[in-house]
């Protein structure tokens, strides 16, 4: 049995497997305007976003991704690519973790999960675009946002959702994040780097603050 034939009897359909075995628009953007990434190698599942826009259209000129994960999460983000490339700021934010199943006839519900991580890669990639061509204010609900992408790597969800940001202040372009780690923690060095890197193309200055 090949592995076409392997990976349907699991239940992936024929466009999955196509997707996954030579996915659309994977690579780097190096003059990307805006990157982002979420998810964690450490938990299974990771995704970086380069994407270009049109400043005077503002289209998505072009999108790719890297992706560290299973074939579910390779092929989601592929036609997530696809759906988004050529579409205004505006229509691509419109698009839904279920569109992005539709569009490869279905997947098995355990792997819906992939499907919501490329949605969220695309909406913090599109949302730190605003930020940053100043059409959306950069408050504390972005900052928020942005690191609601950003994953514990010994439990698997993000640090928002556990309760894991215990404060955020804003002074401009300087924000300070009080996180609910104690710097000794397993999971602080990870996490640290995570979040400088979501925020490295932003222009802002991040500050990190652990519990004693």
């Known amino acids: ?6 990976w349907k009897n ?27 990434k979420v998810g964690s190698v450490v938990c299974g599942d990771l995704l970086k976003l380069y994407i270009k826009v049109d400043e005077k259209t503002h289209t998505i000129k072009d999108i790719k991704f890297e992706s560290y994960g299973c074939a579910s999460n390779i092929a989601t983000t592929s036609v997530m690519t696809e759906l988004v490339k050529g ?6 934010k419109k698009l839904g973790f279920k569109d992005i199943i539709n569009a490869l006839g279905g997947l ?3 792997k819906y999960h992939c499907a919501a991580l490329s949605k969220s890669g695309l909406e913090t990639a599109l949302l730190k675009y605003e930020v940053k061509k100043g059409f959306t204010k950069l408050d504390e609900k972005f900052v928020r946002r942005v690191l609601k992408g950003i994953l ?8 928002v959702s556990l309760h894991k940001v215990d404060e955020v202040k804003m002074k401009g372009k300087k924000v ?3 996180l609910n780690y104690s710097k000794k923690d397993e ?7 995570d979040i400088k890197e979501a925020f490295s193309d932003l222009n802002v200055k991040i ?3 652990f519990k004693e």
Do not use: C, W
């Open 1 to 6: 049995m090949g592995k076409r034939e392997l």
């Open 10 to 36: 699991i239940g992936y359909t024929e466009k999955v497997v196509e997707h996954f075995m030579n996915p659309r628009n994977v690579g780097r953007l190096e003059d990307a305007d805006i990157v982002t």
């Open 87 to 92: 579409k205004t700021i505006e229509e691509a």
């Open 108 to 110: 098995p519900k355990i």
């Open 152 to 159: 514990d790597p010994l439990q698997g969800k993000d640090i």
């Open 176 to 178: 300070e994040i009080k």
């Open 187 to 193: 999971s602080a060095k990870y996490i640290s780097e």
């Open 207 to 209: 500050t990190l603050k």
